[in-house]
């Protein structure tokens, strides 16, 4: 069985990384509600270290999911381009929860590689975005990087959804992703060219659900971390909890009962993104990031089918399913 890679990245140099980039382009995207305490900071940051000073960010995009603060104004001062939801809404649909704003952020945006950070962290440095981005524009054979963080214990730590909910499921239906440390944390970045060819859920499923479809789609191999050190954010109560740590489950269950009752399809390996099965401990091209834990086998893991169409189509550009999996088409986008 394949397994996910962890990538060691030191705070390399942005002028290697955007050398590195050979023309390709970043986007990053911050769906928000209800953070104008955070939001501008975290956007000032961006734009002064990633956009002015070393451009290797070339977008950057908060996408308002219906604050009744003053998120978008703080955003948009800020100098990020500020979109609400309503007008994704207006194009393709209404949808619901963090799912449908990150499916939004990604159809409005046009970066080859897309970085998505949570609007409510008060740690955030802006080498974590380079650091997230280095093993993608390293590694061609790595499609999707989540962030390894430690929570302060003395401000409430964090993880519980993660460890009394995902880690269980994970270990019974989905055990070639049992190496990633946050499974749901909320600081990532992917390859447009294979989030395009995803179903997104609504709600708080959609985050697992891109790492199970991903590794069953391109292998667990695909999906690398890296540390990004210490993350601080706004602390949720065990009641709003309870509404993530249900729609979870939903989804890893739901995914989990569809995959089991057909025949496994074989491991898709698109050669437009992928150049080569990834070799264990290899320096990556740049010297950017070295691959410092990867499987010992190469093999595709043990793939779960997907289900008939009559019930749960392959992923398709563009599309998002509910919590439930019921799924809920949208429009191709037209460029």
Sequence with gaps: MSAVRTFEVDDCALDLLLAAKQGRTVSVCIP?????????????MVRHALMRRVP???????????????????????????????????????GHGKGNVLWASLAASKGDFVVWLDGDVTSFEPNWIAKLLAPLIDDDTVAL??????RPTQ???GGRTTELVTRPLMSLYYPELTGLHQPLAGEYAGRREV?????????????IALLIDIARRHGAEAIAQVDLGVREHRHRGLHALSVQAAEVMATMLGRARRFAAHARPPLVAPSRWVGGAPQPGRATTAGLAQTVIVSAALQPPSLLPVAEASSWSQPSPNTLSAASDTLVRLPTLVS
């Design 145 to 150: 990087v989540k962030a390894i963080f430690h």
């Design 195 to 207: 989030l395009e060819q995803l179903a997104f859920v609504q709600g708080w499923g959609v985050e």
């Design 32 to 44: 928000c509600r209800d953070e104008a305490a955070t939001i501008g900071p975290l956007v000032s």
């Design 155 to 157: 401000m409430g730590g």
């Design 56 to 94: 290797l960010v070339d977008e950057l995009i908060v996408l308002d999911d219906r604050s009744t603060d003053d998120t978008a104004q703080v955003a948009a001062s800020a100098g990020a381009t500020v979109l609400p939801i309503e007008e994704l809404h207006l194009l393709h649909g209404v």
